[in-house]
């Protein structure tokens, strides 16, 4: 199994900064990938931004040029930059890591896991 704990989200004004992370652990085997989404109350899951392991990376077109996904391999750690945030970035945040995890004793899965989310709050 996979278990990711995010840290970082807070209540910041509008203009502000946010630097989200997020941590991997566990039985991890490879990675294919590793992103953010985000949902806000009465809206569906949006794609925010996704990296690659070759460290390619894509954007949601209302974050381009504000956000900026990165990872340290090292520490199966993402992060997500966040720069002038406003109101409409308000949500829950939560990364996903997707790749091949050991599940049993000889079993491995290809699957997606998910965090707890972490709270990200723009007053204007």
């Known amino acids: 199994q996979v278990h990711l704990v995010e840290s970082g989200g807070g209540l910041v004004q509008a203009g502000g900064s946010l630097r989200l992370s997020c941590a991997a652990s566990?039985?991890?085997?490879?990675?294919?990938?590793m992103g953010w989404y985000r949902q806000a109350p009465r809206k569906q899951r949006e794609l925010v931004a996704t990296?690659?392991?070759?460290?390619?990376?894509n954007y949601a077109d209302s974050v381009k040029d504000r956000f900026t996904i990165s990872r340290d391999n090292a520490k199966n750690t993402v992060y997500l930059q966040m720069n002038g945030l406003n109101p409409e970035d308000t949500a829950a945040y939560y990364c996903?890591?997707?790749?091949?995890?050991?599940?049993?004793?000889?079993?491995?899965?290809?699957?997606?896991?998910w965090g707890q989310g972490t709270q990200v709050t723009v007053s204007s």
């Open positions: 990296i690659s392991t070759g460290g390619d990376t």
């Open positions: 996903y890591w997707k790749g091949w995890a050991k599940v049993g004793d000889n079993t491995q899965r290809f699957d997606t896991y």
């Open positions: 566990g039985s991890m085997l490879s990675v294919n990938g």
